[in-house]
């Protein structure tokens, strides 16, 4: 059977942003998973769990190894597109107003810019928001 997902010799080790070794969240993972195959991961907290699904989702970079999903890697646009990824605790940009936030999310979904407002008013009529409140500014799409 086809291997879907493939991860090998994969660590990641943070830095204090100096470029000085901080903390390692993984070191040496290795596994495989096929086709129909449902994976769960258990671990205590600072386990790496969470650190790995950021790999994953092409949310972070390795520092070392490699993740395949498939025929892609995480850091492709073709990988993304396959996956969603919500963390526990989201956090939203504190300077976008609820459309412009909306704006970047329906872009993010890969939507041609043609579509984008019939999505966003689909949106905003779906969740109830209104409009003069969800906007704080023009409903010019940035």
């Known amino acids: 059977m086809e291997s879907m997902i493939c991860i090998q010799d994969l660590g990641k080790i943070y830095s204090d942003g100096w470029g000085r070794r901080r903390f390692t969240a993984l070191e040496d993972v290795s596994f495989q998973s096929e086709l129909g195959h449902v994976i769960g991961m258990l671990g205590g907290n600072c386990s790496g ?83 003069p409140l969800i906007t704080g500014d023009s409903r010019r799409i940035p």
Not at 86 to 100: A, C, K
């Open 49 to 131: 769990k969470r650190t790995l699904l950021k790999l994953f989702a092409g949310l972070s970079r390795p520092t070392s190894g490699e993740i395949r999903v498939g025929d892609f890697s995480p850091e492709l646009a073709n990988h993304q597109s396959l996956l969603g990824y919500l963390p526990e605790r989201p956090t939203f940009p504190g300077h976008l107003s609820p459309f412009r936030l909306l704006t970047y999310c329906v872009k993010l979904s890969g939507l041609d810019r043609a579509h984008l407002s019939d999505c966003l008013d689909a949106c905003i009529e779906q969740c109830g928001l209104n409009p």
